[in-house]
């Protein structure tokens, strides 16, 4: 089969069919060679969810989910002609009929002749089937194929993808897999303008004839940044040359940020290859997340070691310096595989923001494989090993090349004379502060002023509210909370998960925000810090359509509370929504309102709070806890709250739900009836006191 003839694969595969339903949530793929097309594609060209691939006379299809495989052997009405259009070009117009492996252990079990196998591609096979799955395709056999690798990930903690042996099959017939969910709609539609690149090796072909197309751009970028510096096979010379030469228009800065949607493709995909560039520094790092103004010291053969029960990232107490290779020895590893490197806590990328004013990817992570592994970033950063799982492990490493940064380890008995040592001789540019159940990372000249016995207290106060979410919801701390300070979050002034993300407006020592100011923490508290580490402690049992940043803030105005000594009644931000209130009750209580405010939606958690206690929501948080009770709908999760709450208080709650228009369902009526109606009065009830009723 020719290139152009190649080329028609789409069309052919996708006569007379409009779309492709989409199975669950399928990963990503990333044709690499010419013997290779992409044939679907989600939103945008990165997002190839299927690719063909050649291999001697043999004919491929790849899919990125595992459930697609199973389309070809329970045939819907729906995909028949796709399936027809798969089967003609497969077997090459013969009359092949499907056939699953799934559970063969030999090809010689199968009957090859006229048939197309199809394999779920985590279904582990030998390396002699696998040999003989090569020698079956390159004869003339056909094959259709496919795998979740994100979802294979999950289902096998400590694992790498390399570590799944259909890797290395699609490796082998030139398609890559990524550990990405894709992005995609349901069904997805056949575009054949988003095929047009074909695959990795022709879009860098067009990227080197001409570097301003900015299509082949974006491609070349997003591959090199999902392959994680696996680049083998791309000019990576040609590409070095054509990001230093970046210019201006494209380069972030918070002074100047990118908001031209064309300029913020071209970012993006220089980005990506800067990611896999060795020896090379970003230009404009100066701006964020900094660079040094004089050479700092480099040290070599450091070695560090950690013992670890959570999955989370644990600072080497180094710093890796921008363009500089490193290289970490692996000296011993105890219990679980899979630790990887991390160069950089500025984990948010940000393809998909409106403006940039920084690189949109700036840390990486790469599996610490083998005795020995070098990396190079050219955005520099703290460096991090990360634990595979919760399971009880340890590992020792030799570091070289690297800087030593600001850390102090709340935990550490040394931590005083450390503290000392670090302020006058560690010159990493970010530091990494540690309590027991948080951490946070912001650059090292914003804690330079200050003291072991300030930072104690200050650590002391962000463990308190870490151990107050969990003291309500009836937990333990697993892993340690993580702030990381960045000049542009992914999503809002801050966003929950690991890490946390917020703005630098907090590693200011002169503002009140300052993360350290404990004189402004106790009095105040922050709300917003409150409130992410809150989003980390909810859970869907509770938190219904409309609710997401509502049940977050029992938490934030339960530690406010506790720690700050603020009454949740009277908090002032509540104070705030007093008018909104009082137009929302006026105006008859309408709940797709409410679920479209959640400074309303806040009060009546806050009125059960004044009525009920803290004591009572850490009860039913603790029923939840332990039943872990399986509601389908935001109905079941309303009336199984209600319900719950009621029973533990001993009173008939509907009424003061139905006050701020909850709908209660008439099962929920009947099994409370028999319980009396508090009376339940404030300035809000007030307003309509003959909507509380049952």
Request: proline share 5%; with cysteine.
């Amino acid at each position: 089969m020719d290139d152009s003839e190649f080329d028609q694969v789409p069309q052919i595969l996708f006569k007379g069919v409009s779309s492709l339903k989409t199975i669950g949530c399928p990963g990503t793929l990333i044709p690499m060679t010419n013997q290779a097309r992409a044939v679907i594609c989600g939103a945008d060209s990165n997002n190839v969810i299927a690719a063909a691939s050649l291999l001697g006379r043999g004919r491929c299809l790849v899919f990125a989910h595992s459930g697609y495989p199973y389309m070809f052997i329970n045939v819907d009405v729906e995909d028949r002609k796709f399936v027809e259009n798969c089967r003609l070009w497969l077997a090459k117009g013969r009359n092949a009929q499907f056939v699953l492996i799934d559970d063969t252990r030999s090809l010689s079990d199968v009957p090859l002749d006229e048939k197309i196998l199809v394999w779920n591609g985590e279904c582990i096979k030998s390396d002699i089937f696998m040999q003989n799955l090569y020698d079956y395709l390159r004869q003339g056999g056909a094959l259709v194929c496919g795998a979740t690798p994100w979802g294979w990930l999950q289902l096998n903690s400590g694992k790498i993808l390399s570590d799944l042996p259909f890797f290395h099959f699609c490796d082998f017939i030139g398609i890559k897999l990524t550990e990405n969910y894709s992005n995609c709609s349901n069904p997805m539609p056949f575009r054949l303008e988003l095929i047009q690149f074909k695959n990795i090796h022709h879009a860098t072909q067009k990227l080197v004839a001409d570097p301003t197309d900015i299509e082949s751009l974006c491609i070349v970028g997003g591959a090199c940044k999902d392959l994680n510096v696996d680049v083998s096979g791309l000019p990576i010379e040609i590409l070095k040359n054509i990001a230093m030469k970046a210019e201006n228009e494209v380069i972030p800065s918070n002074n100047c940020p990118i908001q031209d949607k064309c300029c913020r493709q071209k970012s993006s995909g220089l980005c990506g290859i800067l990611c896999v560039l060795t020896s090379t520094k970003a230009p404009g790092i100066a701006n964020f997340p900094g660079d040094f103004s004089h050479s700092p010291v480099i040290e070599t053969n450091v070695i560090f070691h950690i013992e670890s029960n959570a999955n989370e990232w644990y600072c080497t107490g180094y710093y890796a310096v921008a363009g500089i290779p490193i290289q970490i020895d692996v000296l011993e590893c105890m219990g679980a595989m899979g630790w990887s490197v991390r160069v950089g806590c500025h984990s948010d990328h940000l393809e998909n923001c409106e403006e940039l004013r920084r690189w949109s990817c700036i840390s990486i992570n790469k599996p610490l494989v083998g005795n020995s592994i070098q990396m190079s970033s050219a955005f520099g950063g703290l460096i991090f090993l990360q634990s595979p799982n919760d399971e009880s492990n340890s590992i020792t490493v030799r570091l070289h090349h690297v800087v030593l940064t600001l850390t102090y380890d709340f935990m550490d008995p040394n931590r005083v004379t450390n503290w000392q040592h670090r302020r006058h001789h560690a010159q990493g540019l970010w530091a990494d502060i540690a309590g027991q159940h948080i951490v946070l990372n912001l650059p090292s000249k914003s804690l330079l002023h200050l003291d072991s016995t300030q930072l104690d207290e200050v650590l002391l106060f962000w463990d308190s509210v870490v151990l107050a979410h969990h003291e309500l919801r009836g937990t333990k701390p697993k892993h340690r909370e993580r702030i990381v300070c960045d000049e542009q979050p992914s999503a809002g002034y801050m966003h929950s998960g690991y890490p946390i993300v917020t703005h630098m407006d907090v590693t200011d020592p002169q503002s009140d925000e300052f993360l350290f100011n404990i004189h402004v923490l106790k009095k105040k508290g922050w709300w917003g810090v409150f409130h992410e580490i809150g989003h980390n402690m909810q859970r869907d049992w509770w938190t219904f359509d409309g609710t997401g940043e509502v049940t977050v803030n029992i938490f934030t105005l339960h530690a406010m509370n506790i720690i700050c000594h603020i009454q949740p009644w009277i908090h002032p931000w509540l104070d705030e929504q007093e008018s909104n209130t009082r137009i929302y009750i006026e105006n008859g209580c309408n709940f797709d309102e409410w679920k479209d405010d959640p400074g309303i939606g806040l009060i009546i958690y806050a009125q059960l709070a004044r009525e009920y206690g803290w004591e009572t929501y850490k009860k039913v948080f603790r029923q939840y806890e332990q039943t872990q009770p399986h509601l389908d709908s935001n109905q079941e999760k309303m009336d199984h709250w209600i319900e719950s709450f009621s029973r533990q208080v001993g009173y008939n709650l509907i009424p003061l739900f139905k006050f701020w228009g909850f709908p209660v369902s008439k099962s929920t009526a009947e099994v409370l009836h028999d319980l009396d109606v508090p009376k339940i009065t404030d300035k809000f009830i007030e307003i309509a006191p003959e909507r509380y009723r049952i």
